[in-house]
Each structure stands twice: as C-alpha cells, then as structure tokens.
C-alpha cells in the first residue's frame, strides 16, 4: 500500500538557516503530493502541493518539487524564521480514486532567535 | 468564513462506554473526512463521506467504530465499547467536492480512554 517516510525531528535550527526536511513516498502510479503545517495549538493546513513529476509547489518562501525518479518531495526554506515553529507532515493521495490521504509522521521543526 | 469545527475539544470516557464525535464542515463542502491522530504520528484514514453516503470506510479499525451524515452535512463518528488504544486525537477534514486535492482540517477532538 502507500506510505510516506519523512525525516525524525526535532529539526532545530537558528533563525535565517536554511531548512530541508525529507519526505519518500511508495505509491503506484502518479500520486499527488503535499506539505501541510501544525502550527502550535491549530489544527492541519495545507502548505504546498504538487500533482505531477517535476512540478514545484511553493508558498510562504517554501517549496518542494515532486520527483518521479526519486520518488521523493523534499520540503525547503532559505531562511527560516521563529514564526516558522511548527510540526510538517508529509502526504500524498493515490490515483486511483481513492480520496485518503497518507501522511508521513511528522517532523517537528524549531528555530532559534 | 468560519472553517471545520468539531466538538467536544476535549473527551474523558472510561474503558467500555459509548463516544460521539461531532463534525461540522464548511458550509458546501460536500465531502467530508474522518482520520485519527495518535500521540507522534501522523493522521490515518478511517472514513470519507461524499454528499450522505459513506464511500469508502475501509480505514474504520473494527466494528465498534461508524460515522454517519444524515443530511450531507454534520457528521458524527461513534465508538462503541471504547478500549484504552482508542485514545488518540480524532480529527475531521472537509473539501468543496470530491476531486478537490485541499482538505480543510478542524482543530480535532482529543479523546481519552481512562
């Protein structure tokens, strides 16, 4: 079945580093991928996606491209702020119809004044 | 506009009682999502709902567990005889329609099993 595996945290970081989180995915066919951001004390929200190989999705100064030949969405930031602070998960969504999302189990990012 | 709400926040039950989880989506969205959240996990899927109808539950763990939509909108997630290992943040997603690929998460219901 599908599954996503994303790096362990914490991610601590000082603020203006550069951040990289990795995600992998196993899925057949051509899933969609996405970022979504838990910001302390809020629930779920998306941050970035992508629904075909070699797409970028970017937002809020991050971005990620879906990598067919990796299968892999690695989450980047060029300078991250303490605003940044939250948990990142990792998820994908099948082709086949199929409406679930997978998620990855998350990784805590902590930046640093 | 007033996003996914869910109710209770909180939930303390003892071992073998009956739970209700309620689900309000945002208005229109006409699919609906259940997923549940243990302590350092991610979400899993355990139910999705497009309009009343419940197309695909293939995630629900076992029988004491079932959602209903009535009217295509709230939506309520039972749990029968709880057992300890359903402690777990229960959360609920909505999209304006099936093929949407953004799901709109509420802030989840912390369920705990004493």
């Known amino acids: 079945g599908d599954s996503v595996t994303q790096m362990e945290g914490p991610v601590t970081l000082s603020e203006e580093a550069f951040l990289t989180i990795n995600c992998t995915y196993t899925?057949?066919?051509?899933?969609?991928l996405f970022w979504y951001v838990q910001y302390p004390g809020e629930g779920l929200q998306l941050l970035l996606k992508?629904?075909?190989?070699?797409d970028k999705g970017s937002n809020k100064g991050f971005e990620a491209t879906y990598r067919k030949e990796t299968t892999s969405f690695h989450l980047e930031k060029g300078s991250v702020q303490v605003s940044d602070s939250a948990v990142y998960f990792c998820?994908?969504?099948?082709?086949?119809?199929?409406?679930?999302?997978?998620f990855g189990s998350g990784t805590r990012l902590q930046v640093q004044p | 506009g007033a996003g996914v709400s869910q109710t209770p926040s909180n939930k303390v039950t003892e071992k073998g009682k009956y739970v209700e989880l309620r689900c309000d989506p945002i208005?229109?969205?006409?699919?609906l999502y259940w997923y549940r959240q243990s302590l350092g996990q991610g979400p899993e899927f355990l139910i999705y709902?497009?309009?009343?109808?419940?197309?695909?539950d293939s995630g629900l763990p076992n029988d004491r567990f079932f959602a209903v939509r009535p009217e295509g909108s709230v939506s309520t997630l039972k749990i029968q005889r709880t057992e300890r290992g359903d402690s777990a943040v229960y959360l609920c997603?909505?999209?304006?329609?099936?093929?949407?690929?953004?799901?709109?998460f509420g802030p989840g219901t912390r369920l705990t099993v004493l």
């Open positions: 899925a057949t066919g051509y899933p969609s």
């Open positions: 998820a994908l969504m099948g082709d086949t119809g199929r409406r679930a999302l997978t």
């Open positions: 992508a629904t075909k190989a070699d």
């Open positions: 997603a909505s999209s304006p329609w099936t093929g949407a690929d953004e799901q709109f």
């Open positions: 208005s229109g969205h006409t699919a």
């Open positions: 709902f497009q309009g009343t109808g419940a197309a695909d």
